[in-house]
Every structure is written in structure tokens, then in C-alpha cells.
């Protein structure tokens, strides 16, 4: 199985650096993704350095937007009916709202997601400045 190329960007972007190998070799995997999601219903993995937790309240879409989040957006989530999956920002902040399964909704690849765990304990906005992108093509290049 190939990865999705939103899904590469965001895991090496928001996922702690010494875990990032093995969530890239899990999800590339056919038999090891489904079970591999579960980690994301009470995620440690998230790298906080990048992550602002955000209020039960907070009106999750219009925060995305305002970070410059488009209306369609790649989906990594314990909820197998949407699991990689592009949808619509809206439909897929109202699914994991209802269903409650761990989410890490891509927006801008390696540069802005959104992290929903199990119930909605944490709801994280996650961000990378564009200097994440200009280190990438420079590394890429070495």
C-alpha cells in the first residue's frame, strides 16, 4: 500500500521525531494501519511543540479557516467509514464529533491539521511555519 502523500507530510511534521518511522511504516501497511489508528484515541504521539489545545467550545472549522485551511482536507482516523479519505472540512469535523474516534485531519500538508482524540478530551491545532517547508526541500536536496 502506497501512503497518501497529505498523510506522509503530517505525520513527519506533527508527530514526535522518535516515533515518526514506525507511524510512517504502519500506515503505509495494509495490515498493521487498522489497528495501528487505535493510537490515536489517547495519542502521545502529537509533538507538542506544535500543538495549541483548543477549547471544548471552539468553533473548530471557522479556527481552521482562519489558518488558511481549505474546504477539502485529507483524513487519518480511527473511524474506518472516513480513514483516508479527502472530504469536506465541515462533514468531517461533524463525523468525528459524533462518532468521537481519534482524528488527525490534514489541512495544509506539514503545515496545519487538527487532532481530535477519543470524546473530544484534547482537540489540538497543530502548526508549522513555513520555515518546516524550506527545511524539508533543503534536507531533501543534501
Given amino acids: 500500500m502506497e501512503m497518501h502523500p497529505d498523510e506522509e507530510a503530517t505525520v513527519k511534521a506533527f508527530i514526535v521525531p522518535s516515533r515518526r518511522?514506525?507511524?510512517l511504516r504502519a500506515l503505509a501497511s495494509t495490515k498493521r494501519r487498522?489497528?495501528?489508528?487505535?493510537r490515536l484515541n489517547h495519542c502521545p504521539d502529537i509533538d507538542e511543540r506544535y500543538?495549541?489545545?483548543?477549547?471544548?467550545?471552539?468553533q473548530i472549522a471557522e479556527v481552521l479557516r482562519s489558518h488558511g485551511a481549505p474546504a477539502t482536507c485529507h483524513v487519518i482516523s480511527d473511524?474506518?467509514?472516513i480513514d483516508g479519505q479527502a472530504m469536506q472540512l465541515n462533514d468531517v469535523?461533524?463525523?468525528?464529533?459524533y462518532?468521537?474516534?481519534?482524528?488527525?485531519?490534514?489541512?495544509?500538508?506539514?503545515?496545519?491539521?487538527y487532532y481530535?482524540?477519543?470524546?473530544?478530551?484534547?482537540r489540538m491545532l497543530l502548526q508549522r511555519s513555513d520555515t518546516?517547508?524550506?527545511?524539508?526541500?533543503i534536507g531533501e536536496l543534501l
Fill in 116 to 122: 481530535y482524540d477519543e470524546s473530544g478530551a484534547r
Fill in 99 to 113: 462518532a468521537q474516534w481519534g482524528t488527525l485531519i490534514s489541512c495544509i500538508p506539514g503545515r496545519l491539521a
Fill in 93 to 97: 469535523i461533524d463525523q468525528i464529533e
Fill in 79 to 81: 473511524l474506518a467509514e
Fill in 51 to 58: 500543538a495549541t489545545l483548543l477549547p471544548s467550545s471552539a
Fill in 21 to 23: 518511522e514506525r507511524w
Fill in 34 to 38: 487498522k489497528s495501528f489508528l487505535n
Fill in 132 to 137: 518546516y517547508a524550506a527545511e524539508k526541500t
